[in-house]
Each structure stands twice: as C-alpha cells, then as structure tokens.
C-alpha cells in the first residue's frame, strides 16, 4: 500500500502527469509571473504626479518604486535588529511595493536638500507642499499611507486596483490597462 502511494506521489509531481491525467495538467493555475518594476499605469500616473506638483512649484523625488521581497526584508529590520528607526510593518510580500504597485516620495527644496518635512511651503502659498503633493495623487488614483489607521506611512503612496495583499501573493496582478 505504501509503495502504491509513493508511486502515485512521483507520478502526480512529474512530467508525465500531463499523458496521464491531461485533464489535472491543464486545470492548474501558472505560477505567477515575478514583479520586478513598477505597474505600467502606476508608473505613468507617477510622472503625471511629478509633472502636476512642478506645475505647482513643488518638486518631488520618488525615493522607492518596486521593492524585491528581500529589500523588504531589509528595511523590516530597521529599527528592530539593525540600526535605525521602523519605516515599516511588514515583511516581503506583504507591501504593494512589493508588487510594483506603490511608491515613496519626499520634497525636494530650492537648495536641492531632500526632506520629508510635513509642515514645509517651499511655494510660499500659505500650504503644506507635502499635503498638497498627497492631495494631486488622490486625484490620480493613488491612496496615501498617512491616512492609515494604524501605522501612518507618510511617504507612502499606492494603487490597490482592488486586488489585496493575500491575492498578490497568490499571483493574481491586475492587467496592464487597469484602472486605478
């Protein structure tokens, strides 16, 4: 009985599987396709960002895009056993970065000094650069980490299309022509 159902184990996980049971062979779903830039659209809705906010007098850098699994990891640690403080709460393959599907910004000054000042108007028109920035990307689809309940992510820009972390992981990615 045994032997039977090794046996039965090394035919399931062989190729000849698709001449014994064509059937199972075409049912299964592809392993999915590894992320490893930006979605198109996010990408394109990015550089509309950047376009719209210097049109405002307001200059942004994109610090992040698409993270691997790894950098994840990495930045995870920050704050917990490596040095410097938390910018995150979640491993590799739970972040939308990690599929291509969000990004982290800061505010560039005049000087060219980088900063994720909140409070700054580098535009001196009496608003927060930073908010008016999150306020251009709502109106391109993008949903801000600071408006996270939990763990505010102030950078933090992203576009779900819908799909959640759980069904990234399990391959499923919106298509190329999504709407955010």
């Not at 032997?3 to 392993?31: C, D, F, Q, V, Y």
């Not at 739970?94 to 909140?118: C, E, M, Q």
């Amino acid at each position: 009985m045994m032997l039977a159902s090794l046996a039965g184990l090394i035919i399931i996980n062989s190729p000849a599987k698709e001449r014994i049971w064509p059937k199972i062979a075409e049912e299964e779903t592809p392993l999915p396709v590894p992320v490893t830039s930006l979605h198109p659209v996010v990408s394109a809705k990015m550089m509309e960002l950047i376009k719209q906010t210097s049109k405002a007098g307001i200059t942004i850098l994109v610090t992040d895009g698409f993270r691997s699994s790894l950098e994840q990891d990495a930045l995870y640690e920050q704050g917990r056993t490596a040095k410097g403080q938390v910018v995150t709460n979640v491993k590799g393959g739970a972040s939308y970065h990690n599929y291509g599907l969000a990004i982290d910004f800061a505010l560039r000054t005049p000087k060219g000094d980088v900063i994720w000042d909140l409070k700054y108007d580098g535009n001196h028109n009496g608003k927060a650069d930073w908010m008016e920035v999150v306020a251009i990307a709502k109106t391109l689809g993008f949903t801000w980490g600071g408006d996270w309940k939990s763990f505010k992510d102030y950078p933090h820009l992203q576009m779900d299309f819908g799909y959640s972390i759980s069904e990234l992981k399990r391959g499923k990615l919106p298509p190329n022509d999504a709407k955010p």
